[in-house]
T-cell receptor, first 112, second 114 residues
Framework: GEDVEQSLFLSVREGDSSVINCTYTDSSSTYLYWYKQEPGAGLQLLTYIFSNMDMKQDQRLTVLLNKKDKHLSLRIADTQTGDSAIYFC????????????FGAGTILRVKS | DGGITQSPKYLFRKEGQNVTLSCEQNLNHDAMYWYRQDPGQGLRLIYYSQIVNDFQKGDIAEGYSVSREKKESFPLTVTSAQKNPTAFYLCASNDRGGSGNTIYFGEGSWLTVV
């Protein structure tokens, strides 16, 4: 099965909060990442969290890490239409030179 | 500006033909990576290189080849042995000593078999 799992689709109204969830399997991962991909473009790093942290906030973005349950979430406050994209959760595999293992991505659709 | 440049953005390949995707970075990063993205799937690692003149197979290396003769360049060749090459290809790099070991991506290359 997949090392990193995400729900495939999330639809929210503009101005609401979005919460994208992710589960991972490698308890030795030191960093966990959230990337954003707009159509036909590369991946843009949104934020990352070190594994000894529970929470990280960066403007409208809040990352919560539950290491016991291997659960990571990304909350986007006051979601805007420009936030519509695919969001990827990723964990590091240290034995492969910091190889990133990605989830399948969550499509976020923001309705105005 | 520093970054990762992939070319071409769009490439068409005929059956039985080898094609090479270019990836150049001016970030002075040691490590470089090639990922393949298919619809509805996450990124899968094809090859990676942690240092010049060295590279390792990722999860789906069959039908691909790479070289790392220069620190800033990591071209990917899609050979005729790759039976289903139509995909979006992403090159990435990171500074292993950097904060968060952040990996940066290029804008990607679309490869289509015609």
């Amino acid at each position: 099965g997949e090392d990193v799992e995400q729900s495939l689709f999330l639809s929210v109204r503009e101005g609401d909060s979005s919460v994208i969830n992710c589960t991972y399997t490698d308890s030795s991962s030191t960093y966990l990442y959230w990337y954003k991909q707009e159509p036909g473009a590369g991946l843009q790093l949104l934020t990352y969290i070190f594994s000894n942290m529970d929470m990280k906030q960066d403007q409208r973005l809040t990352v919560l890490l539950n290491k016991k349950d291997k659960h990571l979430s990304l909350r986007i406050a006051d979601t805007q239409t420009g936030d519509s994209a695919i969001y990827f959760c990723a964990e590091t595999k240290m034995e492969y030179g910091n190889k990133l293992v990605f989830g399948a991505g969550t499509i976020l659709r923001v309705k105005s | 500006d520093g970054g990762i440049t992939q070319s071409p953005k769009y490439l068409f390949r005929k059956e039985g033909q080898n094609v090479t995707l270019s990836c150049e970075q001016n970030l002075n990063h040691d490590a470089m990576y090639w990922y393949r993205q298919d619809p509805g799937q996450g990124l899968r690692l094809i090859y990676y290189s942690q240092i010049v003149n060295d590279f390792q197979k990722g999860d789906i290396a069959e039908g691909y080849s790479v070289s790392r003769e220069k620190k800033e360049s990591f071209p990917l060749t899609v050979t005729s042995a790759q039976k289903n090459p139509t995909a979006f290809y992403l090159c990435a790099s990171n500074d292993r000593g950097g904060s968060g070991n952040t990996i940066y991506f290029g804008e990607g290359s679309w490869l289509t078999v015609v």
